[in-house]
């Protein structure tokens, strides 16, 4: 059971997150991705809460609602994609210089 939550203010830590989202449930998890070159977060987050149904009580009352200045998108997070190590097609990397 996971949520996204995207266009989050720069500004927002783990603990703020964990904060709010404690109001509709018991939060397990805040992963708060940050960018590799920079150590700034990213803009998203990923939420673990306990049930679907306080899942749903988040998503209800946070999705579209102002918050830090951004309107705040949240909804059931999908599974990641499995995009590659090149992120296309493996078979035809390099082919032009095969013959």
Avoid: H
């Avoid at 996971?2 to 404690?22: D, M, P």
């Avoid at 990641?80 to 090149?86: A, T």
């Amino acid at each position: 059971m996971s949520l996204y939550v995207g266009n989050l203010s720069y500004e927002v830590t783990q603990e703020i997150l964990n904060t709010v989202f404690a109001e509709y449930g018991s939060v397990k998890q805040v992963s708060l991705p940050t960018d590799r070159e920079t150590g700034r977060v990213r803009g998203f987050a990923f939420i673990e809460m306990d049930s679907d149904a306080e899942e749903a009580s988040a998503i209800e009352a946070l999705d579209g609602s102002e918050w830090m200045g951004r309107n705040l998108k949240v909804n059931k997070a999908r599974p990641r994609e499995d995009r590659g190590s090149f992120g296309g097609n493996r078979d035809n990397y390099g082919a032009r210089n095969r013959y």
